[in-house]
């Protein structure tokens, strides 16, 4: 079974950084693919990156490329996702997801368990 559980969120200054962790406390996460995506307020839920299994292939959102790093240790049933250079528009709910299939998606559809989500507030 898998049971996603994210930590790290809080509060940032703009232009600050925060590394959320999702954990897992069921099965190993290391033949899942695993995703990032996070709901703003008033706004649907909206992918953010992606991993597969491996870890060789990772996909980002434009709107975080070259700001944002998604990273797995499969050692440690965990993914990572680091966010840099912060905006307020990342302010969000951030929720981490895991498919089956063991690959990367921006389909928030391929993904089967997701973790209750935490809280980023980027203030200026």
């Known amino acids: 079974q898998v049971q996603l559980v994210e930590s790290g969120g809080g509060m940032a200054q703009v232009g600050g950084s925060l590394e959320l962790s999702c954990a897992n406390s069921g099965r190993t996460i290391s033949t899942y693919g695993m995703g990032w995506f996070r709901r703003a307020p008033g706004k649907e839920r909206e992918f953010v990156a992606s991993?597969?299994?491996?870890?060789?292939?990772?996909d980002y959102a434009e709107l975080v490329k070259g700001r944002f790093t998604i990273s797995r240790d499969n050692a440690k049933n965990t993914v990572y996702l680091k966010m840099n250079s912060l905006k307020p528009e990342d302010t969000a709910v951030y929720y981490c997801?895991?498919?089956?299939?063991?690959?990367?998606?921006?389909?928030?559809?391929?993904?089967?368990?997701w973790g209750q989500g935490t809280q980023v507030t980027v203030s200026s």
């Open positions: 997801a895991a498919n089956a299939r063991g690959t990367y998606s921006r389909n928030e559809k391929e993904y089967d368990y």
């Open positions: 991993i597969d299994q491996s870890g060789s292939i990772i």
